[in-house]
């Protein structure tokens, strides 16, 4: 699942390690256990699950990155298993890789915008946001567009997430809004206000931790996407915000003119290690008259790649006692006694067994590996069935979703078979975990559902219906489905994109939250294979009942603006 702005790659507990060149750093690792490649079989089995999940985790990968050989590798295992199963491609050119533009992009720390008579500066005042805005690429151009932006006006915009200004008043303008009031807040939100010049929101805080605050570390060598509508998003510290306009910054009504702003901020842009790609293939359906009609299956292939070398049991035995939802947690203010007392405890067992073990792999084996594998055994599943589906399933591995959803935003914008030939879209995330070290908040046999009410009543009732069948019976767990739920979960995975042209989604994760999430110590060792499997068999029999109705999903829920504010 994207984890937007709360996901922090630096973890708190760290061994002392000599000096060592960077090139070195990052081809340390922990001896995670490794299978060998083994032939798969027609049904999801605990076997198959297990041998594939070992290969898309594996330390070969290097984390998935988008942009990176690893990613480029995940792309190519995934199409070349698609090729041996015998599905359609369905990337560009009769291929099963659909190339999305990527760019390697680091900051210009050079820039300086000025307000009045203060200079802001980069890495003390503001940050341009190098992550990508889902229909927006950022920065990459002077502030101010081709000219270094003298005397740019500046408007109040309100907070995140809340009542905004309209986004006409902001033409030309440099509009500013507060920090998002909920932690899981997306670009996404500020994409309506493109007429803007630039946006600037009060997210910077240098030095306490938050959710949602932003990090200087998070922001060298970074990868974004190209080729899409430019907008500057700038993170300004609440200072540097409060510079620009006369009043007290509490109390700004919407639409109040501040100080005009001068200066530069952006990016240098440039190749990027490898191409990113998503992986599409179709397995064809049995009606002539249903077959070019779709249910697409989505999983998302990368993962955040790599960093400095840790000690890979301390972060388990730290995030056990006061981080249990992983990087979903913010680094507590402070650790008691008691808690650095049973950490050093579990830590220690650990230890007994394992020695230290430096890890720098973000090897990502639940997220979204475990999405991936079971996207691959549905399609084995579906493709050597004796009997197809009525309807044709569109099987889509998404890049970049860990970049804010872009790999699926980009398939749903440039689409490789008719939008309007997609009647649902299922999206799997997270769906390995569930033991009891990671305490699901739904029970052991919880599945999380989220969404496939939000559209179509439909879709919602038939989870229900094939849950009731005695081969399955989980408790399902609408929790992170409620309004208003602080995680965002229904905007933050790649269903929504599909969701925001009007498609009906059902988006399905083993567990909301587990202490290995966005950490090194995410590997293939601690899935619940068991587990993945039922679910797996689950999700198959759900894939087959809506691709065998006689009809499309009936939406009989409001259709969202494809480009407007997600907010759950």
């Not at 691709?547 to 603006?561: F, G, I, W, Y």
Request: charged share 20%; hydrophobic share 40%; with cysteine.
């Amino acid at each position: 699942m994207a984890a937007n702005f709360q996901v922090t790659l630096t973890p708190l507990v760290r061994v002392p390690i000599r000096p060592i060149a960077r090139a070195l750093a990052l081809i340390v690792f922990v001896a995670a256990p490794s299978l060998s490649r083994k032939p798969t079989s027609p049904d999801i089995t605990t076997e198959d699950v297990r041998s594939r999940t070992y290969i898309i985790a594996d330390d070969s990968m290097e984390g998935r990155d988008t942009g990176k050989r690893g990613g480029l590798r995940s792309a190519r295992y995934i199409a070349g298993e698609l090729k041996r199963l015998g599905l359609e491609p369905a990337g560009d050119s009769g291929t099963y890789l659909q190339r999305i533009p990527w760019v390697s992009r680091r900051p210009d720390t050079t820039g300086v915008l000025r307000v009045g008579e203060r200079s802001l500066r980069w890495g003390s005042d503001y940050l341009v946001i190098p992550k990508l805005g889902f229909a927006l690429a950022l920065g990459g151009q002077p502030f101010g567009g081709g000219s270094r932006g003298d005397n740019v006006a500046t408007v109040y915009g309100g907070r995140v997430g809340d009542s905004t200004i309209a986004p006409d008043l902001t033409r030309d303008k440099l509009v500013v809004f507060a920090a998002p009031a909920f932690p899981f807040w997306q670009i996404d939100n500020l994409r309506r206000f493109t007429v803007a010049r630039a946006i600037g929101v009060v997210t910077l805080d240098l030095g306490a931790p938050s959710a949602y605050r932003i990090r200087r570390e998070t922001y060298w060598d970074s990868t974004a996407a190209s080729g899409v509508a430019p907008l500057t998003i700038i993170s300004v510290t609440r200072a540097a915000a409060a510079a620009m306009f006369t009043g007290s910054f509490d109390q700004l009504a919407i639409g109040t003119a501040g100080l005009p702003l001068s200066g530069s901020a952006g990016f240098i842009d440039g190749p990027t290690e490898a191409p990113a790609y998503n992986v599409v293939g179709i397995v064809r359906g049995s009606d002539p008259k249903l077959r070019a009609t779709y249910v697409a299956i989505g999983a998302h292939h990368d993962h955040v790649g790599m960093g400095a070398p840790v000690d890979h049991d301390s972060i388990r035995a730290f995030n056990q006692v006061v981080r249990v939802r992983g990087a979903d947690d913010p680094p507590p203010p402070q650790v008691t006694d008691e808690q650095w007392t049973r950490i050093h405890a579990i830590l220690d067992s650990l230890h007994r067994v394992h020695g230290v073990r430096l890890d720098s792999i973000f090897n990502g084996a639940d997220d979204d590996g475990s999405g991936t594998v079971l996207a691959l055994e549905l399609a084995e599943s579906f493709v050597k069935a004796k009997v197809k589906p009525r309807r044709s399933l569109l099987f889509v591995w998404h890049t970049a979703e860990e970049k804010g959803l872009y790999g699926a935003q980009y398939f749903s914008d440039h689409p490789t078979v008719p939008r309007d030939s997609i009647v649902a879209q299922v999206n799997m995330d997270q769906m390995g975990r569930g033991d009891p070290v990671d305490n699901p908040p739904g029970g052991p046999n919880a599945l999380v559902v989220i969404g496939p009410r939000r559209l179509s009543t439909e879709l919602g009732n038939m989870v229900e219906k094939v849950n009731a069948r005695p081969e399955h019976r989980f408790a399902l767990d609408y929790e992170f489905d409620r309004d208003n739920d602080p995680t965002n979960g229904y905007c933050r995975s790649d269903h929504y994109m599909y969701a925001r042209y009007g498609i009906p989604v059902a988006f399905f994760a083993a567990a909301a939250w587990y202490i290995d999430y966005h950490m090194v110590s995410d590997e293939a060792q601690y899935i619940a294979y068991d587990r993945m499997t039922k679910i797996g068999r689950f999700i198959r029999d759900y894939v087959a009942d809506v691709a065998n109705l006689s009809h499309r999903p009936v939406v009989d829920q409001p259709k969202p603006e494809p480009n407007g504010l997600c907010r759950q």
